[in-house]
């Protein structure tokens, strides 16, 4: 059987990034994730090409998390 990894054209709510460093939160909608980082994406890769916005912190340090409803 073959497993389909999912994207962000298939979340059903808002996309959360979560900084691990200083504890900053965002929520962002499905429709703005999508725009800003393509809707063929898998969640788990965009971790790498974020930057916290307040301390600066970067993903691809594995310093970012991400989660979204499937």
Do not use: F, Y
Not at 26 to 53: D, F, M, Y
């Amino acid at each position: 059987m073959a497993i389909i990894w999912p994207t962000l054209q298939r979340i059903k709510g808002p996309l959360t990034i979560t900084c691990r460093r200083c504890g900053n939160r965002q929520a962002w909608s499905r429709e703005k994730a999508i725009v800003n980082l393509g809707a063929a994406t898998q969640p788990h890769t965009i971790r790498s090409k974020l930057r916290c916005s307040l301390c600066g912190a970067r993903g691809r340090d594995g310093l970012i998390d991400t989660d979204a409803q499937m």
